[in-house]
């Protein structure tokens, strides 16, 4: 059965210092999304991204984030200088189409932690 | 704007115990969907349901059963004579169409803790 993955499953970095967290979704979903966790808070959207542009994003998705698909396969978060409250799981996610009736199907996540 | 409400913050029962998890959700739409996932202390989501606006009849899959009220706007889960390897943090997801984009909505998670 196709999954969503990610890479890697746990990333520790340094304050300020940039990350990039990689997703491949589904071969054939159009619609890609990220979504953070802080621990012990509920699971909250970030962006989503489709056709090489972000089509909507959360408050939460500032500057400092940028999102993008570098080939064929691959869907990245960049975050350019993390700060200590980046620190957080970040799942990625796709679908099929935009629509709700299309399930997005979610990978087992990155968890960021920033020193 | 889209809401889903988990009151019930931490639960703890012994095993055996029939639990249930309530979820209680606002939305403007008309046809949304509605969803239940499974966090284990591993953290990844474990898709457990979706269920359509449309379809009011309740679920049972072994011993999970969820009972969806459009009237009352909530769409709660039952664990029936529950385990240890249940425990976990349980959150229920709404569904939001944007333009041209899709999210989901989560609530605040229930955290269930069952005791040998």
């Known amino acids: 059965e196709p999954e969503v993955t990610q890479t890697p499953s746990h990333q520790v970095t340094q304050m300020g210092q940039e990350v990039i967290l990689r997703c491949v979704p589904i071969s054939n979903h159009l619609y890609f999304y990220w979504y953070r966790q802080i621990l012990g808070q509920k699971v909250e959207f970030l962006v989503s991204f489709y056709n090489n542009e972000i089509s909507e994003k959360s408050e939460i998705f500032d500057d400092q984030f940028s999102v993008e698909r570098p080939d064929g396969s691959n869907f990245t978060l960049k975050i350019r200088s993390t700060k200590l409250e980046d620190s957080a799981m970040y799942f990625c996610?796709?679908?099929?189409?935009?629509?709700?009736?299309?399930?997005?199907?979610f990978g087992p996540g990155t968890r960021l932690t920033v020193l | 704007a889209q809401k889903v409400t988990q009151a019930q913050t931490e639960i703890s029962v012994v095993e055996k115990e029939d639990v249930t998890l309530d979820c209680v959700y606002e939305t403007r739409d008309t046809t949304y969907y509605l969803f239940w996932y499974k966090q284990p202390p591993s953290g990844e989501l474990v898709f457990l349901i979706r269920?359509?606006?449309?379809?009011?009849q309740n679920e049972i899959s072994g011993r999970y059963s969820w009972n969806f009220q459009k009237s009352t706007s909530s769409f709660n889960f039952t664990i029936t004579a529950s385990q240890v390897v249940d425990s976990a943090v349980y959150f229920c997801a709404l569904s939001e169409a944007l333009q041209g984009a899709q999210k989901l909505v989560f609530g605040q998670g229930t955290r269930l803790t069952i005791n040998p």
């Open positions: 996610a796709s679908s099929r189409t935009y629509l709700t009736s299309d399930e997005q199907f």
């Open positions: 269920r359509n606006s449309f379809d009011e």
